[in-house]
């Protein structure tokens, strides 16, 4: 299973990114999704899922009104909205296939990641 991230780069506190996801091997089409980060020196932090159908998402607190998870299955996509970042989001931020989401999910395998810093 490989998935694909693009999208991270330097923001300044109270921008947004979008991150993006794609499949290189599969269809994500029938897999619950869901990103993570990992901040240096930190352990990595679900932060939000998404089903299949996309008609479910499931949110950290830490990021619950500030990020949006979505799909595109026509596309093969997953993304994550970030708005209002702040310096603590600085990350390396992976896209994940899932267990199903609910109030907690698990990882399923990883990608490469994509580097978010958020910095003035």
């Known amino acids: 299973v490989q998935v694909v991230e693009s999208g991270g780069g330097l923001v300044q506190p109270g921008g947004s990114l979008r991150l993006s996801c794609e499949a290189s091997t599969f269809s994500l089409d029938y897999s619950d999704m869901g990103w993570f980060r990992q901040a240096p020196g930190k352990e990595r932090e679900g932060l939000a899922c998404?089903?299949?159908?996309?008609?479910?998402?499931y949110y950290a607190l830490s990021v619950k009104g500030r990020f949006t998870i979505s799909r595109d299955n026509a596309k093969g996509a997953v993304y994550l909205q970030m708005n209002s970042l702040k310096p603590d989001d600085t990350a390396i931020y992976y896209c994940?296939?899932?267990?199903?989401?609910?109030?907690?999910?698990?990882?399923?395998?990883w990608g490469q990641g994509t580097q978010v810093t958020v910095s003035s």
């Open positions: 994940t296939t899932t267990s199903p989401c609910g109030s907690s999910w698990s990882p399923y395998s």
């Open positions: 998404i089903s299949s159908s996309g008609g479910s998402a």
